[in-house]
């Protein structure tokens, strides 16, 4: 079983949707949590980190749920240039596990 | 503006020869990591190190690979003998660890192709 999983999609979905990612963790232990995201033939890069009381950053909100293991990521008003691949990533004494992205593709 | 480096961008290279892949993290940051990305597998942890010491390579297969960290600036892997399943994107990144933050800042990746 992988540390992180995600559902890989892809996610079509029309500009001005709202659309809803999650991902499992199987380390009980982990410590930290974070969004990542991926263009196309680019390297990963920061989104938002994920804490356990949730936190928004503009029109993304990342939520963490400890008892059941799930992380989440929320975009509202999805805009053409949010078509990426989204990855989930887990942490522990700064192992960093990445799950394999969920690809997001926003429709004009 | 900070980077991680990587080189070489590119790599091809026919099974059985050496490749070596390199690295040099952000000034300043103590943590560095290295990713193998597959479309089948995605990104996959190979190793990482902390104040130059690795902390766990249980993700790279040990008898073709290895990682080492000559001195701060410079992280290596090396890849011998390659082999075709060895093609993939390589990314190093480099981070603050210990307690601090753990964003991880990426190059941008060596594409190696084994023929």
């Known amino acids: 079983r992988k540390e992180v999983e995600q559902d890989p999609g892809p996610f079509n979905v029309p500009e001005g949707a709202t659309v809803a990612f999650n991902c499992t963790y199987s380390?009980?232990?982990?410590?930290?949590f974070f969004w990542y995201r991926q263009d196309c033939r680019k390297e990963p890069k920061l989104l938002m980190s994920?804490?356990?009381s949730g936190n928004e950053d503009g029109r993304f909100t990342a939520q963490l749920n400890r008892a059941s293991q799930y992380i989440s990521l929320l975009i509202r008003d999805s805009k053409l240039s949010d078509s990426a691949t989204y990855l989930c990533v887990a942490e522990k004494d700064d192992k960093i596990i990445f799950g394999k992205g969920t690809r997001l593709h926003i429709l004009p | 503006d900070a980077r991680v480096t990587q080189t070489p961008r590119h790599k091809v290279t026919e099974m059985g020869q050496e490749v070596t892949m390199r690295c040099q993290p952000i000034?300043?940051?103590?943590?560095v990591f290295w990713y193998r990305q597959t479309m089948m597998q995605g990104l996959e942890l190979l190793a990482y190190?902390?104040?130059?010491?690795?902390?766990?390579d249980s993700g790279m297969p040990k008898d073709r690979f290895s990682a080492e960290m000559p001195d701060a600036t410079l992280a290596t892997l090396k890849i011998q003998p390659s082999e075709p399943r060895d093609s993939a994107v390589y990314f190093c990144?480099?981070?603050?660890?210990?307690?601090?933050?753990?964003?991880?800042?990426f190059g941008q990746g060596t594409r190696l192709t084994v023929v």
């Open positions: 190190f902390r104040n130059r010491a690795p902390l766990d």
């Open positions: 994920v804490y356990s």
């Open positions: 000034l300043g940051h103590n943590t």
């Open positions: 380390n009980s232990a982990s410590q930290s």
């Open positions: 990144a480099s981070g603050l660890g210990g307690g601090y933050s753990t964003e991880a800042f």
